[in-house]
């Protein structure tokens, strides 16, 4: 991670070096003018921040919980396969509901790729195609990609070294001449920093009795600077002790900074909501819902489409990515599709519209519907009442009661010649 850490690709490559991934003096890149006190950003402190912690769990949970499907093309027509136990419970954990392993791997893994830009896990175990059939996801914390002559050599686990065929990799925000992905923390530790600051600020100003700049002043007479000092040192023992302080009424205390710094506060942790959302490709309303400086209000009316937008812009390109990755663990020609109409499921109206004129165009069938809405199949009798209250349109005119064909004159009825003139 040359560029994290300040050097070249090609710095990397001539040294040999060391690639980390997780800890934190590799995670996160040194400042350099960090100071003591100041906070010092990792990925597990950084969930300390709201905004990283609903960013992370928001894309994490949406992806996780999509429903997977295994397809291959037979003469240009998408069929449907059995889903390998790979994709049912990858870390092959026991687990009290089915499809619970699937959704707790993709979760915990697509929050290290959105965290830390790299997913990793161990292959325990392969299938007769010797495909993974087991992945063992590793803490990032304890994960580092060695590198020797620019080629990836080994990855490192907790210590141990294993070869890149052992190893499931998984890669977000890639650049050129990088082995592993960019960290999304690392590049937000000065925004996420500075909230920490002002949080640190304010629980000293309203837990350990800290004040801001300050000036008493006597309004009754004029002391010397003996007397002013003697004050003073009255002043500062009560305020270290968290004591009152007791004067009379030819004193008068103004907190110079208080009213402002208050709102510094205030303002300081709102654009840090949105400024943090930003390195982690999260709309701020989605996360916040106080103000983040988002024109207009969501309504009913416009909240499919304002899904629909946050699918398309911030996580299309991540769901097609672990697509890619995911397919990779199934036999050619097979590949994984993650189904995203999960998405809009929110609005009731607009998709039972939406089913209503696929039916009505014939792309797809009462049953089909019913089971997109975990419905059973219509029984006979529901059938029967449907047709009663709804009778089905005849396609043909109704039969004449005498038996001849329609539009078939009865007999004798065949019109006669009129007078030429007549009518």
Same mark, same amino acid.
């Given at each position: 991670?040359?560029?994290?850490?300040?050097?070249?690709?090609?710095?990397?490559?001539?040294?040999?070096?060391?690639?980390?991934?997780?800890?934190?003096?590799?995670?996160?890149?040194?400042?350099?003018?960090?100071?003591?006190?100041?906070?010092?950003?990792?990925?597990?402190?950084?969930?300390?921040?709201?905004?990283?912690?609903?960013?992370?769990?928001?894309?994490?949970?949406?992806?996780?919980?999509?429903?997977?499907?295994?397809?291959?093309?037979?003469?240009?027509?998408?069929?449907?396969?059995?889903?390998?136990?790979?994709?049912?419970?990858?870390?092959?954990?026991?687990?009290?509901?089915?499809?619970?392993?699937?959704?707790?791997?993709?979760?915990?893994?697509?929050?290290?790729?959105?965290?830390?830009?790299?997913?990793?896990?161990?292959?325990?175990?392969?299938?007769?195609?010797?495909?993974?059939?087991?992945?063992?996801?590793?803490?990032?914390?304890?994960?580092?990609?060695?590198?020797?002559?620019?080629?990836?050599?080994?990855?490192?686990?907790?210590?141990?070294?294993?070869?890149?065929?052992?190893?499931?990799?998984?890669?977000?925000?890639?650049?050129?001449?990088?082995?592993?992905?960019?960290?999304?923390?690392?590049?937000?530790?000065?925004?996420?920093?500075?909230?920490?600051?002002?949080?640190?600020?304010?629980?000293?100003?309203?837990?350990?009795?800290?004040?801001?700049?300050?000036?008493?002043?006597?309004?009754?007479?004029?002391?010397?600077?003996?007397?002013?000092?003697?004050?003073?040192?009255?002043?500062?023992?009560?305020?270290?002790?968290?004591?009152?302080?007791?004067?009379?009424?030819?004193?008068?205390?103004?907190?110079?900074?208080?009213?402002?710094?208050?709102?510094?506060?205030?303002?300081?942790?709102?654009?840090?909501?949105?400024?943090?959302?930003?390195?982690?490709?999260?709309?701020?309303?989605?996360?916040?819902?106080?103000?983040?400086?988002?024109?207009?209000?969501?309504?009913?009316?416009?909240?499919?489409?304002?899904?629909?937008?946050?699918?398309?812009?911030?996580?299309?390109?991540?769901?097609?990515?672990?697509?890619?990755?995911?397919?990779?663990?199934?036999?050619?020609?097979?590949?994984?599709?993650?189904?995203?109409?999960?998405?809009?499921?929110?609005?009731?109206?607009?998709?039972?519209?939406?089913?209503?004129?696929?039916?009505?165009?014939?792309?797809?069938?009462?049953? &089909?519907?019913? &089971?997109?809405?975990?419905?059973?199949?219509?029984?006979?009798?529901?059938?029967?009442?449907?047709?009663?209250?709804?009778?089905?349109?005849?396609?043909?005119?109704?039969?004449?009661?005498?038996?001849?064909?329609?539009?078939?004159?009865?007999?004798?009825?065949?019109?006669?010649?009129?007078?030429?003139?007549?009518?």
């Amino acid at each position: 991670m040359g560029v994290l850490f300040g050097r070249s690709p090609r710095q990397q490559r001539a040294s040999g070096g060391y690639w980390g991934m997780g800890s934190p003096q590799d995670l996160i890149p040194p400042r350099p003018f960090w100071r003591p006190g100041t906070p010092y950003i990792t990925a597990d402190s950084a969930l300390r921040h709201s905004a990283v912690w609903a960013a992370l769990n928001l894309r994490a949970g949406l992806i996780s919980t999509l429903p997977l499907d295994i397809y291959r093309r037979v003469n240009g027509v998408q069929i449907a396969c059995p889903v390998p136990e790979v994709l049912r419970n990858p870390a092959g954990n026991i687990v009290s509901q089915p499809g619970d392993g699937l959704i707790d791997w993709l979760f915990a893994s697509q929050f290290d790729l959105d965290r830390a830009g790299n997913a990793i896990g161990l292959i325990t175990a392969r299938d007769g195609l010797n495909l993974p059939a087991r992945i063992e996801l590793a803490p990032t914390a304890q994960t580092s990609v060695v590198v020797k002559a620019g080629e990836l050599w080994k990855y490192r686990i907790a210590g141990d070294l294993y070869d890149p065929s052992e190893i499931w990799h998984e890669r977000s925000h890639v650049v050129p001449g990088l082995h592993v992905g960019l960290s999304p923390v690392a590049y937000a530790a000065f925004a996420i920093g500075e909230y920490f600051s002002v949080q640190e600020f304010a629980q000293n100003w309203f837990a350990t009795g800290a004040v801001p700049k300050a000036r008493l002043k006597n309004t009754a007479k004029t002391i010397d600077a003996k007397q002013a000092g003697i004050v003073k040192e009255s002043w500062h023992a009560a305020i270290t002790a968290n004591e009152p302080f007791v004067h009379g009424s030819d004193w008068e205390y103004s907190m110079l900074q208080a009213e402002h710094a208050s709102t510094d506060w205030i303002d300081a942790k709102k654009f840090s909501i949105t400024d943090v959302a930003r390195f982690f490709g999260v709309p701020a309303d989605l996360i916040d819902s106080g103000e983040t400086g988002v024109t207009g209000k969501l309504t009913y009316q416009n909240i499919t489409q304002r899904n629909l937008q946050f699918l398309i812009m911030q996580m299309g390109p991540a769901i097609i990515r672990r697509e890619n990755a995911l397919t990779a663990l199934t036999p050619r020609p097979r590949y994984v599709k993650l189904n995203t109409g999960a998405f809009l499921r929110l609005d009731p109206l607009q998709r039972m519209q939406m089913i209503q004129a696929q039916i009505d165009a014939r792309t797809l069938a009462p049953s &089909e519907a019913r &089971e997109l809405e975990d419905r059973p199949p219509l029984t006979q009798a529901q059938i029967d009442e449907f047709d009663h209250f709804w009778p089905p349109k005849s396609a043909a005119p109704a039969p004449v009661s005498n038996g001849q064909a329609p539009g078939e004159l009865p007999a004798g009825s065949e019109p006669k010649a009129l007078p030429a003139g007549s009518g």
